[in-house]
């Protein structure tokens, strides 16, 4: 069974500081990763995904992230926050059935 | 290229009562799947359908049904409305079945329901 735990229900950051929002992951197999972000009242858009090639992944938005198989980890970073960012964020984990299990979910607010 | 689409974006249905919800995949999409996020959680998986049958399943009870359709566009069915099923229900869609964990999914903006 594949599980993932966001260890942070709400980050809150000055605008212009890092972001960090910390996933562990929990998969029998060679799980696929992604990060998807939610802003109110709206649907889900992906932000990266890991797919086993590269472990650090780049992707929209000045988004980061790094798979690291040792520590089950796959948090996402961001240099700069800008007030844009300020949305819910999810981690997910799939496997080759398409089997796709999400986080509870992660506030991010940012401050002026 | 038009995106996932879902509708109604709102609705408001009694207990007891029946809801259909609808959805077209992103064009060239063959693949849909089901999922309810209630109010400060993250999404819970329904369901999955390919080739007009369901691949996948959820833990949901049976008063969730679903169809997609020879366009691939699907619906979900919720009969006996219970007020624990107001929520958002998201519907994303994928080029296939084994293709959604390699390229992510495409995610519709939801529909809101509210059960009163």
Redesign the interface.
């Known amino acids: 069974a594949q599980s993932v735990t966001q260890l942070d229900s709400h980050v809150s950051v000055s605008e212009g500081t890092p972001v960090l929002l910390r996933c562990n992951y929990s998969s029998s197999y060679s799980p696929?990763l992604?990060w998807?972000v939610q802003h109110p009242?709206?649907?889900?858009?992906?932000l990266l995904?890991y797919?086993s090639a590269a472990t650090l992944v780049k992707g929209i938005n000045g988004f980061e992230a790094e798979f690291k198989k040792s520590e089950t980890s796959f948090h996402l970073t961001k240099p700069s926050a800008h007030m844009s960012d300020a949305a819910e964020y999810?981690c997910v984990v799939?496997?080759?059935?398409?089997?796709?299990?999400?986080?509870?979910?992660t506030r991010l607010t940012v401050k002026p | 290229d038009a995106g996932?689409t879902q509708s109604p974006t709102h609705l408001i249905k009694t207990r007891g009562q029946q809801v259909t919800l609808r959805c077209s995949p992103k064009s060239g999409h063959d693949?849909v799947?089901w999922?309810q996020q209630a109010l400060?959680?993250?999404?819970?998986?329904i369901f999955?359908y390919y080739e007009e049958e369901e691949?996948?399943r959820g833990n949901f009870p049976d008063r969730f049904s679903g169809h997609q359709f020879p366009n691939y566009s699907s619906e979900l069915n919720v009969n006996a409305l219970l007020l624990g099923d107001s929520a958002l229900y998201?519907c994303?869609s994928?080029l296939s079945?084994?293709r959604?964990?390699?390229?992510?999914?495409?995610?519709?903006?939801?529909t809101r329901l509210t059960v009163v």
């Open positions: 696929s992604f998807y009242n709206k649907g889900l858009q992906l995904k797919t999810f799939s496997d080759r059935r398409g089997d796709m299990r999400f986080g509870a979910g | 996932v693949t799947s999922y400060g959680q993250g999404p819970q998986f999955q691949r996948q998201l994303a994928s079945w084994d959604g964990h390699l390229d992510g999914y495409t995610f519709g903006s939801g």
